[in-house]
Structures are given as C-alpha cells and as structure tokens.
C-alpha cells in the first residue's frame, strides 16, 4: 500500500526523534512487523499522523528509506512522497534493532551514555549482540 506524505505541509520545530517510532517504520517496511501493528500504522499514515511523517521523513534523508517522489512541474517543488522500500543501511539497521531484548538494553545504554545516535545505537546493538553470540558458542 503507498500512502503519500505532503512534504509541503510539514512544519515541525518541535519534535523530537522517537527511536521507538524510527524502529516501527523500519519494522513495517522491512516485512517484521504483524498484521495488527501493519494495519494501525497504515491507518496512522491515512490520518495523516505528523509525527509519523516527520519520522519516515527523517529515514529518507538518512538513507535508510527509497521513496519515490511526485513534484509539481510548474513550481518544482515534491507534491508527495510515497515510501518503496528500505535502504541496504536501512536493513542494516533493522537487523541490529530487531531483538526486543536487544533493543531494550540497547536503550538503556543510550539512556546512561546520553546518546541517540544511530552510529551510537549500532554500535551498542552490534556489541550485544556479539555477547549474545559468544554466550551461544561459549564450549
């Protein structure tokens, strides 16, 4: 389903990113997440949730989005935005995120670090997940 996303209209100074909306967009678009959790966040899309635009936004211009683009000739200016799929780094991303327990520690460390970050946030993910990794191979 594409849903467009008026990059014209969006206006916001005041939010904040939210990693836990960042690791939703990533999850729908990379095919992790349930039916239930796909169908409330296309809903969110169709009422036009500016948060969750903002969001999407934001992996586009990091490049962990394709999008494909409609522009107004005339003015030249992007009329929608409609999300295609994930970025090799989006993947990326996704698969060092996608374990809850994972990414709860992983939060935490960024909590106590006072970073949020994605190279931060990659780079504390990779590393449990390493510990995760020798604790399965440990003889």
Known sequence: ??????ERDL???YYKRDMDMIREILFVYGGLASDQI???FFKRLEEYDHKLHFHIL???D???????Q?????????FAIYITQLT?????????????????????????????????IQK??????????????KP
């Open 1 to 6: 389903m594409e849903y467009p996303i008026y």
């Open 58 to 60: 934001l992996l586009r």
């Open 38 to 40: 796909r169908n409330d």
């Open 88 to 120: 090799w780094n989006g993947y990326d991303l996704l698969e060092s995120i996608k374990d809850e327990g994972i990414w709860k520690k992983t939060k935490e460390t960024c909590q106590t670090v006072g970073s949020f970050s994605i190279p931060i």
């Open 62 to 68: 990091a490049g962990f989005l394709l999008c494909h």
């Open 70 to 78: 409609t522009k107004d000739q005339q003015k030249n200016l992007t």
């Open 11 to 13: 206006e916001y100074p």
């Open 124 to 137: 504390i993910a990779a590393q449990l997940l390493a510990e995760s990794i020798r604790t399965i191979f």
